[in-house]
């Protein structure tokens, strides 16, 4: 089970290490570092999606490599059997990203969960929060780089003739159909031939919890047809609500292997 309720986490926050990882969509000018210094869970510490990202690239939050994977995470002071609870204070749920990335450098899924319904949830509970920030003991993170879980570009086109797996866009409909412009310059508005489009906004609740596991069942049945499909890749605009959908896909689906195409329309889109 990939969620974890703030009940439990409250109880625990000694026995995990947990993970803020708020990340905003530009136009919202809002920051999640910032936010992060004003008011976090105790003992949280800051995963930044932007600079922990593949700095070569002008695509965002592409994956960074297994070196540089394993400085990041060593310098949270993380160790590969530890228990991980990510949450977030952010309206495109930007956790699920980071525990994609955890199961893409092969940390057990098992110890890998998102807080439901994040910071929003535990502050209308009135949980404690504070402004400290934890001393990190560097840690020596070891890490493996599942491939199969990411695709490219050149697997994506072809597919569209292969068919080997079936493309769900996390988007907003009206940009899947190509009625708005995207936020983002230079990308023309559209979808990837054959693929389909189940807005991650229809998997959370207005509280920013994830939907029940029957909701969830006839969402993605009235799209696939059958929640039993395992070659499901998750696509999106930058790669972060794609990973909201593959966490919402694998609380259904246990035999799920989370994967995304990792350029998303930032790239696909490139006019």
Not at 63 to 85: A, C, Q, R
Request: charged share 30%; proline share 3%.
């Amino acid at each position: 089970m990939s969620l974890i309720e703030t009940e439990w986490l409250e109880k625990n926050l000694n026995n995990v290490k947990i993970i803020d990882c708020s990340w905003h969509m530009p136009h919202t000018e809002r920051d999640g570092y910032e936010e992060y210094k004003s008011q976090h869970i105790p003992n949280a510490i800051f995963f930044d999606l932007d600079n922990n990202s593949k700095k070569n690239t002008n695509l965002p939050h592409m994956l960074v490599n297994k070196s540089d994977w394993e400085k990041i995470v060593s310098g949270m002071g993380i160790n590969k059997n530890d228990k991980i609870v990510v949450y977030d204070n952010s309206d495109v749920i930007s956790s699920c990203r980071c525990w994609f990335n955890f199961i893409y450098f092969d940390h057990d899924p098992k110890l890998i969960h998102i807080l439901n319904g994040g910071l929003n949830k535990w502050l209308k509970e009135k949980r404690e929060i504070t402004k400290d920030i934890s001393h990190i003991e560097n840690s020596n993170y070891k890490s493996f780089e599942k491939k199969e879980l990411v695709k490219d570009k050149y697997s994506i086109d072809e597919n569209i003739k292969l068919k080997k797996f079936k493309v769900i866009d996390a988007r907003s409909k009206d940009r899947f159909l190509g009625k708005v412009p995207e936020p983002r310059k230079g990308l023309r508005s559209g979808k990837i031939e054959n693929s389909f489009c189940i807005p991650f906004s229809y998997c959370i609740n207005p509280d920013k919890t994830f939907k029940s596991k029957k909701e969830l069942e006839k969402i993605f049945e009235s799209c696939l047809g059958n929640i039993n499909e395992k070659n499901i890749v998750f696509s999106c605009g930058s790669g972060v609500t794609a990973c909201v959908l593959a966490l919402a896909y694998s609380l259904i689906n246990d035999k799920y292997q989370p994967s995304i195409y990792d350029g998303s329309w930032a790239e696909y889109g490139i006019i």
